[in-house]
């Protein structure tokens, strides 16, 4: 395999989404039973997922993937997460699969197909099935705050094989990607990687993750702000700040928004750990999170900075901060509301046109005693 990657063509290859249908899903809305602007952010949300699609006419959708890039990460062997170092991720893993973790209850519920991608599980790799470990590249990554996590080969290996897997779900007919991941020690590589591009100190990016409590918070502070000291040397080259202070995941995971982005496939990104990846990839190709929605804010503080630089807005407050995809699952129901509204043919166009929207006055104190 050829593990050159010229990060340089994204830019351009990645286009816009497409104007005209963005426009016709807007007028279409305007055509509908219902106060101007009725049904808030579904109309948005409609009007994004026809320009991503480039649908005048919008299909419901009907093969929905949720996507899970699965990796252990050096840190953990510091004790920055309340979940085991050893095995923690592959039990994860297990639980997706046996279809008892959450996301995998939710996918049920609303019709989506779960894969799991184990790109770098710490475990042997006969315990899972071969489609799941096929991609894997390494297993583990190095200990960030005191070495790299990958080398440069390993990156770019894994950073493709994200794009791989974008192909694969654009050629297979994939018409919407829910993106999470699964890996012990994650939240402290996202509030890394996001403190890094955005150039603030450790403590203003490292949360809780799986639940750390306050002495546990210190040391994963102090190993963010050690690895943020090795991040600074490369921040101007986007895989080397991948394979310096990311992981394979994170490496996979940007590939795969940057491919997807490519091939006009939108995205739900999940928790903190595919913002991390957004904003690696929004320095890649500036037009790139367009193609994106947010699903929602899991508490990270490093998230809601990364959402702020990418100007994404979540779409629900559920008060979910497990990650694993869970929050990108529930934006699903909102996502197909918006899509079957849109696409429903009986629109009933208001027999006279709407009256401009005129901000309601409202009565002062002395209106309403005046009336008395
Ligand atoms: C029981 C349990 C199930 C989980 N599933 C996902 N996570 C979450 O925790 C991990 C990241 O947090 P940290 O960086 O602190 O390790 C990820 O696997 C994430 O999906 C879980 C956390 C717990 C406790
Ligand atoms: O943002 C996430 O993905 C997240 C947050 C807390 C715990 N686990 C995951």
């Known amino acids: 395999m050829d593990t050159t990657v010229d990060l340089d063509t994204f830019s351009s290859l990645v286009e816009r989404p497409d104007e005209g249908a963005r426009r016709g899903a807007e007028e279409r809305w305007q055509q509908l039973a219902m106060p101007r602007d009725g049904l808030g952010r579904l109309q948005e949300l409609g009007a994004w997922l026809a320009s991503a699609r480039g649908e005048r006419e919008l299909r419901p959708l009907t093969s929905t993937r949720v996507l899970l890039f699965a990796a252990d990460h050096g840190v953990a062997a510091l004790g920055v997460s309340t979940l085991e170092p050893r095995g923690g991720t592959a039990d994860r893993v297990r639980a997706v699969l046996d279809g008892t973790a959450p996301v995998a209850v939710l996918a049920r519920r609303y019709g989506a197909d779960v894969r799991v991608v184990d790109i770098a599980v710490d475990a042997d790799p006969n315990e899972f099935p071969e489609d799941v470990v096929r991609h894997r590249v390494r297993r583990g990554s190095g200990r960030i705050d005191v070495e790299d996590a990958l080398t440069a080969d390993e990156t770019a290996r894994a950073f493709r094989t994200g794009m791989a897997i974008a192909d694969e779900e654009a050629d297979a007919g ?88 490519v091939r006009k496939l939108p995205v739900v990104l999940d928790g903190v750990v595919s913002a991390a990846c957004a904003l690696v990839a929004q320095r890649i190709a500036f037009r790139s999170p367009e193609w994106w929605r947010a699903a929602a804010l899991t508490g990270e503080p490093a998230q809601a900075k990364a959402y702020d630089r990418l100007t994404l807005t979540p779409l629900h407050e559920t008060g979910v901060t497990m990650g694993e995809g869970v929050s990108a699952v529930l934006a699903l129901p909102l996502l197909q509301a918006a899509g079957d509204t849109l696409a429903e043919p009986a629109a009933v166009p208001h027999a006279k046109p709407l009256p401009p929207r005129v901000p309601a006055k409202l009565p002062t104190a002395a209106d309403l005693l005046d009336r008395y």
């Open 174 to 261: 994939t018409d919407l990607v829910l993106l999470g991941d699964l890996g012990v020690g994650a939240t402290t590589v996202a509030a890394v990687l996001i403190g890094a591009l955005c150039g603030t100190d450790a403590a203003a990016v490292t949360g809780r993750g799986s639940g750390v409590d306050d002495r546990t918070w210190m040391v994963k502070c102090a190993t963010v702000r050690d690895a943020l000291r090795r991040a600074r040397p490369v921040l101007g080259d986007q895989l080397a700040l991948l394979g310096a202070t990311g992981g394979a995941d994170f490496a996979a995971i940007t590939g795969f928004l940057l491919q997807a982005a």
